[in-house]
């Protein structure tokens, strides 16, 4: 992995594992500013793509979370010994943590835990083109998916908005169910009803987290809600258009691991164009950027 240099205090609480609430000091202000949205413009009101499965409700989301927070933290761990921790000052960390900052307040009103997640933004030295949003609010990209494909703002928030979107639809904690559901059908129906052996399958596989694939349906779901996300921070979501452009020139059209179940090429790009007419609205009526960010030199 690219050698990144020391990281500050807060990422290197996170990737110990110490317990020290680095993403609390980090988006305080976030949680506080849920509060304030109709200053920003926009009135709350119920937002369709926010639709979530009932099978979710079946897996506990405090040990799906806690889970996560634990595989983020030894991920961070793993990339501070490395020296692929992006320290706080580094100009692309600070890109994603605005955009992060833009799009967070308005998480609440698709999911309510989401106002007592503990985000936080880091960024991994590494050539994937790759990034992640795991349960309890936890985003990671990777330099290659900046580096690689030269990603804008807006391009960055497309992606930001996908991966947020599973987190608030979650996922996890749907595909968790149903993977785990033939055997927690032999195990009897006592079990289904009491949650413990759902919340046995749940930590059981906490290191499926970062490698979970979710289904067509999911990433569909994730685009839809993920566009809105983004729109409603203030990016442009026509900039979905031009990232799968991208994507599929750098993956010589076939996806990347990262979306790998995801449709891909033409059929992805009239996918986004078709849900323009929903976002671009939102997008119109959105406070902007007062900053503006380069992909990396």
């Known amino acids: 992995m690219p050698r990144m240099g020391p990281h500050d205090t807060s990422s290197s609480a996170a990737a110990t594992g110490c317990g020290c609430?680095?993403?609390?000091?980090?988006?305080?202000?976030?949680?506080?500013?849920a509060a304030a949205l109709p200053v920003?413009?926009?009135?709350?009101?119920?937002?369709?793509?926010?639709?979530?499965?009932?099978?979710?409700?079946?897996?506990?989301?405090?040990?799906v979370e806690g889970a996560a927070q634990q595989q983020y933290a030894q991920l961070l761990g793993q990339a501070q010994q490395q020296r692929a921790l992006a320290a706080a000052d580094q100009?692309?960390?600070?890109?994603l943590r605005y955009i992060a900052e833009?799009?967070?307040?308005?998480?609440?009103?698709?999911n309510e835990r989401a106002r007592s997640w503990r985000w936080e933004v880091n960024l991994i030295g590494s050539d994937q083109i790759n990034a992640f949003c795991m349960p309890g609010g936890k985003i990671a990209f990777y330099t290659g998916i900046l580096a690689k494909l030269k990603l804008s703002d807006d391009e960055v928030a497309m992606i930001m908005g996908h991966e947020v979107a599973h987190?608030?639809?979650?996922?996890?904690?749907e595909r968790m169910a149903?993977?785990?559901g033939t055997e927690l059908l032999l195990r009897g129906g006592a079990a289904?009803?009491?949650?413990?052996?759902?919340?046995?399958?749940?930590?059981?596989?906490?290191?499926?987290?970062?490698?979970?694939?979710?289904?067509?349906?999911?990433?569909?779901e994730a685009d839809a809600l993920g566009l809105v996300?983004?729109?409603?921070?203030?990016?442009?979501?026509?900039?979905?258009?031009?990232?799968?452009?991208?994507?599929?020139?750098?993956?010589k059209g076939a996806p990347p691991q990262w979306l790998s179940t995801h449709p891909a090429g033409e059929t992805r790009i009239k996918d986004i164009q078709a849900r323009l007419p929903r976002v671009q609205p939102l997008f119109a009526a959105a406070a902007k950027p007062d900053r503006r960010f380069g992909p990396p030199a």
């Open 21 to 33: 609430h680095a993403g609390r000091r980090l988006f305080t202000s976030l949680l506080l500013g």
């Open 102 to 110: 833009r799009m967070i307040p308005y998480t609440p009103e698709c």
């Open 178 to 180: 149903k993977a785990g």
């Open 91 to 95: 100009p692309q960390l600070q890109r």
């Open 192 to 220: 289904l009803l009491g949650l413990g052996s759902l919340g046995d399958f749940a930590a059981a596989n906490a290191s499926q987290l970062l490698s979970l694939k979710f289904s067509r349906d999911d990433e569909s």
């Open 229 to 251: 996300m983004a729109s409603r921070a203030g990016y442009d979501p026509a900039s979905g258009v031009t990232l799968w452009q991208k994507m599929v020139a750098a993956q």
């Open 40 to 63: 920003m413009g926009q009135q709350a009101q119920p937002i369709p793509e926010c639709r979530r499965s009932r099978a979710a409700g079946l897996v506990p989301a405090k040990q």
């Open 167 to 173: 987190a608030l639809l979650e996922h996890a904690r």
